[in-house]
């Protein structure tokens, strides 16, 4: 079974980096799929932040994509979430999921999510 | 702000049965596949429905789906009060980017 897990700060200042690894266990990234973080602020929807493959093709969302990069290692079957000049409307659980597809066909596999908050 | 709308919230009673609207455009629904997640309280989203129409392993078919042109449509039967969750369809769109659904609450009363 895949499992996903999301580590990291929960607290991050504003103007600061937020930084975030998802290890993912039960399935070698090197296999396969895009990988990829989506957000969600609290009592708010989702928004997809950006995927990678594990060649290290990316996807950005164009609102986020002047301060997103997605990472991934392959050695440690981990990728990696920074997201530059944090703000407060950054605050949100953020999930690393596994995604079937460059065109987001479906989000099959999901991590249980990690809340940061940006404060000061 | 999402570009794919739909109802901030649907209700029935037990036994009953919801449709939950998707609405999009040619840049994204209307090239691109319909994925369906359904968000409990507290939890992280789960896969309900994928390329439109099609339901994961375990997934009960209580649960459908259906596309047409520009728009999706997520319906549940047989409304039980543990589908008491959010909904969000997602897809792709031209800009190369995912997106979701604003998000509909479903409530059993």
């Known amino acids: 079974q895949v499992q996903l897990q999301e580590s990291g700060p929960g607290l991050v200042k504003p103007s600061e980096t937020l930084s975030l690894t998802c290890t993912v266990s039960?399935?070698?990234?090197?296999?396969?799929?895009?990988w990829g973080w989506i957000r969600q602020p609290p009592g708010k929807g989702l928004e997809w932040i950006g995927s990678?493959?594990?060649?290290?093709?990316?996807y950005y969302n164009p609102s986020l994509k002047s301060r997103v990069t997605i990472s991934v290692d392959t050695s440690k079957n981990q990728f990696s979430l920074m997201l530059s000049s944090v703000t407060a409307a950054d605050t949100a659980v953020y999930y690393c999921?596994?995604?079937?597809?460059?065109?987001?066909?479906?989000?099959?596999?999901w991590g249980r999510g990690a809340l940061v908050t940006v404060s000061s | 702000q999402s570009v794919l709308t739909q109802p901030p919230s649907v209700s029935a009673a037990p036994g009953q049965k919801v449709t939950i609207s998707c609405s999009g455009s040619?840049?994204?629904?209307?090239?691109?596949?319909v994925s369906w997640y359904q968000q409990l309280p507290g939890t992280a989203p789960k896969l309900l429905i994928y390329?439109?129409?099609k339901r994961p392993s375990g997934i009960p078919d209580r649960f459908s789906g259906s596309k047409s042109g520009t728009s999706a449509t997520l319906g549940i039967t047989g409304l039980q009060t543990g589908d008491e969750a959010d909904y969000y369809c997602g897809t792709w769109d031209t800009s190369l980017s995912g997106v979701f659904g604003t998000g509909t609450k479903v409530t059993v009363v």
């Open positions: 390329e439109n129409n």
């Open positions: 990678i493959y594990h060649s290290g093709n990316t």
């Open positions: 999921a596994r995604i079937v597809g460059a065109t987001l066909a479906r989000v099959d596999f």
């Open positions: 040619s840049s994204n629904i209307g090239n691109n596949y």
């Open positions: 039960g399935y070698s990234i090197n296999n396969g799929y895009y």
